[in-house]
């Protein structure tokens, strides 16, 4: 059974860094897509950063530059280096995986922005 666990979410100034990491068991592959989402109150999750089984990466306008999605395949691990962090950035963020076609969610960490 596939199994996804988020860390390393906190409280964190505007412009310090967080690093996410999301630890996956249960049948990953390297080749399996990985993505990291994020959902704010009030508004509908939203994908942040995507890493393919070949390194390639994909991200949404806002974060460019400031984040990086990662893979660690011999550890099945995906990270997410944020930095500059802002405001905006609060969210709890969520880790998914694509396995085959089918889709699956850790329970999210919570990062939160202070001004």
């Known amino acids: 059974q596939v199994q996804l666990v988020e860390s390393g979410g906190g409280l964190v100034q505007a412009g310090g860094s967080l690093t996410l990491s999301c630890a996956a068991s249960g049948g990953i592959a390297s080749i399996n897509p990985m993505s990291w989402y994020r959902q704010a109150p009030g508004n509908e999750r939203e994908l942040v950063a995507r890493?393919?089984?070949?390194?390639?990466?994909k991200y949404v306008d806002s974060v460019k530059g400031r984040f990086t999605i990662s893979r660690d395949n011999a550890k099945n691990t995906v990270y997410l280096q944020m930095n500059s962090l802002k405001p905006e950035d609060t969210a709890v963020y969520y880790c998914?995986?694509?396995?085959?076609?089918?889709?699956?969610w850790g329970p999210g960490t919570q990062v939160t922005v202070s001004s």
């Open positions: 890493i393919d089984g070949g390194g390639v990466t």
């Open positions: 998914k995986a694509n396995i085959w076609g089918r889709f699956y």
